[in-house]
């Protein structure tokens, strides 16, 4: 009844003029966002985080949210209908979708999407709603060493959740944390790293920092693609699928919802990973597993249910523990900190009407979203033949005046060219950057964690294993750590025996002394 | 210096590299702030791990590429074509020009000059559209800022 209750307050809170406006706006340029090629929502979120500045801070979470899924849902559209993923999380619904658009069911494609992705919003957002409450009971009972223990796991399960070299996301999550440790010590005062610059002092300025890696990044990285967009020009018909699209589609949905909620909820998961995991588990419970590829609704049902339900599962840990657990998620609580929310256990009770306002609003902005989408796809399509010629002098002005706002300060906006140098570089080099923005916007509170645990401790580090809770989280990502990099360590083995010739297993016949066969 | 010519390889193992050589400067740097005091730890702990990680991964990334690299040659350029390079390094310089220009000029001025001069060098050669596009979309993003979301930008000689 509690939880009733609460989300009624919550939907007081959305149903205000407002906040309904800001979340209406939010669909909207998150569906704009996805839509388009080339900006993903990490960089729309970024570009847009100083036009929050001024507006109250429950209305710019709701908006900044509504970005974040609405992007999902508008990701779809670009992949059906140009064969060009719209964000990193419909990279796998161009493999069906698009084949179903070019047999002439674009229509079917683009409903199914819209639907699934409205299904599986709304049934994670059920799971936010009773399952925060539960996480913010528990997270009372942490203390700093608790803390260090689940942010340290949130890295370890980092390097190997987002994909590419190991050793790559390692770097980047030292120099997240040495980036975030430039400036005042948080504990004594003394200066780090500032060299006896003024401007050093308070450390690099996290929009600033964040524009550059993503804004003017993504803008460096577009100048070496060429325009060119073989837009699906027929007349999209037939949006709403028929009932064997149903029948195919209902399981895909409710697999899809489930894996994006819970893979949503763990450190470095999220939209893309739960995306292609989807795909890949539809294809292998298929019953044809032959159809992928050239056009089947499942392989476009399970995806887009997936990316919209890590949406929800993603926020979990940001508004209960405080922790973000992917990139998005990283820079939502930038924007949190900078209007003085602090996200955590304590959210819930403090500021009631920002983490109920949210889910809330994520309920709302679910229908926005599948009315924004349905019956207004004719003008997305539109919007697809925008050139970014028109776009580009839009997005260098918000990355210059984005950075310049947080602090009325030009050195900002040096700061974001030098990050978004650096950020290019990195991403032509195949850095993932999501190590970095998480390690950069929990570096502070990593450190705080580790610094207060082993004050409690009389600097006796065994704090962190005689604590049951903390003690747990850090075996469990030591031990994963461990157990993946077995897994690596055996697959080298077995291809370097592949190479040179040599069985990887026994035979069934092999005998003591056997051995000798082989010499 | 045509750095079209650079393989990603050297380009990697240049940033390698530098990870190494950052990971040892960051080290020394927070070994000087103190890493431990009596009974707590100092200011110098976590940026000295953080150092650690970054130098300990980036000599393990330099060897592991050494030893893939070695008997190999040149791969893919990091830019694949000079009008690549050309058009990134243009718009940095327009990126540097703003930030030198605004305290300035203003805003408004600067806007309109760099982005002006980025969009016909790197897309259009019609100079009357430039001028179109550049003009109206720094107009809509100081009227976005300024008049509705009362953000201050920097004022020029002209006042705005």
Known sequence: MDILHNLATGFGVVLSPGNLFYCFLGCLVGTLVGVLPGIGPLAALSLLLPITFSIPSVSSIIMLCGIFYGAMYGGSTTSILVNIPGEAASVVTCMDGYQMARKGRAGAALGMAAFASFIAGTLSNVGLNLLSPVLVEVALKFGPPEYFSVMTLGFVVCLFMVGGSMSKALVMIGLGLFVSSVGMDIVNGAERFTFGYVNLTKGFDLVAVIMGMFGLAEILLSMEEESTRDIFAQKIKGLLPDLKDWALSFWPIVRGSALGFFLGVLPGGGPVTSSFMSYAIERKVSAHPEKFGSGAIEGVAGPEAANNAAVAGSLIPLLSLGIPVNAVTAILLGALIIHGVQPGPLLMTQNPEIFWGVIASMYIGNIMLLVLNLPLIGIWVQFLKIPYRILFPFIFLMCAIGSYTSNSNIFDVWVMIGFGVLGYCLRKLRYELAPFILALVLGPMFEQALRQSLIISKADPSIFFTRPISAGLLALAFGSLGWVLWGRWKTNQKNIAARSGIPTELPLDWKDGDHERLE | ?160
């Not at chain 2, 740097?29 to 890493?35: A, N, R, V």
């Open chain 2, 1 to 160: 210096m045509n750095l079209t010519g650079y393989g990603m390889n050297v380009c990697e193992q240049f940033l390698n590299l530098v990870w190494v050589l950052l990971g040892l400067a960051v080290c020394v740097y927070s070994s000087g702030l103190k890493i431990w005091a009596v009974s707590k730890p100092g200011s110098g702990l976590v940026p000295f791990l953080a150092g650690v990680i970054i130098g300990v991964a980036g000599l393990v990334r330099f060897v592991a590429e050494w030893r893939a690299d070695s008997g190999k040659t040149r791969v893919s350029s990091f830019w694949e074509t000079t009008a690549y390079r050309n058009r990134t390094l243009l718009v940095l310089v327009g990126f540097c020009a703003m930030a030198f220009l605004m305290p300035k000029t203003g805003f408004l001025l600067s806007a309109i000059i760099v982005t002006s001069f980025l969009l016909y060098v790197i897309d259009f050669q019609n100079i009357l559209k430039v001028a179109g596009i550049a003009g109206g979309t720094c107009l809509l993003v100081y009227f976005l800022f300024v008049t509705l979301l009362k953000v201050n930008l920097p004022r020029g000689f002209l006042g705005f």
